[in-house]
């Protein structure tokens, strides 16, 4: 095998930088939109139905209120951090195995620990990526904005309590009946989640070749070792 594990190395870099780049940015996007949904924009509207009142003269209103399902939400956190930590220990990984020294055989603990655990850690956020991108569309609705309904008559008065994703809520329920820069906050955080969603599916395909190349580098660096110890040492003028 004339294959250098050292080019394979150098090769790890750039999708470890780029690995950790979107995890910063999947953290920082889910933590925004969080803010805004649950602090900025109002979950409580007001719904005209399609129900004539005869006393009032007028069509009745549905006081609604927004609930965030929480899972999603929180699966996508889970999937940045873990990400955002698999690529750190990638990049220390990286910057340790081109140490001189590390072929030697003193250091193979070293270099077992450093390549195992980018290993872990590339398929355990894979997999927390891909559940994130799963739950977003396992807790939609089954109602026109794919949301869960309950309605509820009080004191005279229609109220609905919405049990929705944030995309759901942001993207497809409350611009409907938001106004001004409340809507505009909406859809700021419809663009995010989003965006969000379909980065889980980058970080799934971005943690696999990571994962990939360091493997096949410890592949290499294994195969080769006995043949590299072997090659004289330069002659000394």
């Given at each position: 095998m004339n294959m250098h594990y050292e080019k394979t190395l150098r090769l790890a870099l750039v999708p470890t930088i780029v690995f950790f780049l979107l995890s910063l940015v999947s953290v920082a996007l889910t933590t925004h939109y969080w803010i805004l949904g649950d602090w900025i924009v109002p979950r409580?509207?007001?719904v005209v139905?399609?129900?004539y009142n005869d006393r009032t003269q007028s069509y009745r209103t549905d006081f609604t209120i927004v609930y965030f399902i929480d899972k999603e939400t929180d699966a996508t956190i889970a999937s940045g951090c873990l990400c955002l930590s698999a690529s750190i220990f990638a990049l220390i990984a990286w910057s340790t195995l081109r140490k001189p020294g590390m072929d030697t055989q003193p250091a193979a603990g070293k270099r077992r620990f450093w390549v195992l655990a980018v290993i872990v850690m590339t398929i355990t956020s894979a997999a927390a990526a891909l559940g994130?991108?799963?739950?977003?569309?396992?807790?939609m609705g089954d109602d026109d904005f794919g949301c869960k309904s309950e309605t509820l008559m009080m004191t005279g008065k229609l109220n609905t309590n919405k049990q929705c994703t944030r995309e759901m809520?942001?993207?497809n329920f409350l611009p409907e009946y938001l106004k001004g820069g409340d809507r505009s906050n909406a859809a700021i955080a419809c663009n995010e989640?989003?965006?969000?969603k379909?980065?889980?599916l980058i970080l799934v395909v971005n943690a696999l070749v990571v994962f990939a190349i360091f493997a096949l580098q410890a592949r290499v660096r294994r195969k080769t070792r006995d043949t590299?110890?072997?090659?004289?040492?330069?002659?000394?003028?």
């Amino acid at each position: 095998m004339n294959m250098h594990y050292e080019k394979t190395l150098r090769l790890a870099l750039v999708p470890t930088i780029v690995f950790f780049l979107l995890s910063l940015v999947s953290v920082a996007l889910t933590t925004h939109y969080w803010i805004l949904g649950d602090w900025i924009v109002p979950r409580g509207v007001r719904v005209v139905t399609d129900d004539y009142n005869d006393r009032t003269q007028s069509y009745r209103t549905d006081f609604t209120i927004v609930y965030f399902i929480d899972k999603e939400t929180d699966a996508t956190i889970a999937s940045g951090c873990l990400c955002l930590s698999a690529s750190i220990f990638a990049l220390i990984a990286w910057s340790t195995l081109r140490k001189p020294g590390m072929d030697t055989q003193p250091a193979a603990g070293k270099r077992r620990f450093w390549v195992l655990a980018v290993i872990v850690m590339t398929i355990t956020s894979a997999a927390a990526a891909l559940g994130s991108l799963v739950l977003h569309y396992a807790q939609m609705g089954d109602d026109d904005f794919g949301c869960k309904s309950e309605t509820l008559m009080m004191t005279g008065k229609l109220n609905t309590n919405k049990q929705c994703t944030r995309e759901m809520a942001a993207c497809n329920f409350l611009p409907e009946y938001l106004k001004g820069g409340d809507r505009s906050n909406a859809a700021i955080a419809c663009n995010e989640t989003v965006v969000v969603k379909w980065l889980q599916l980058i970080l799934v395909v971005n943690a696999l070749v990571v994962f990939a190349i360091f493997a096949l580098q410890a592949r290499v660096r294994r195969k080769t070792r006995d043949t590299r110890m072997m090659e004289p040492l330069p002659k000394v003028a």
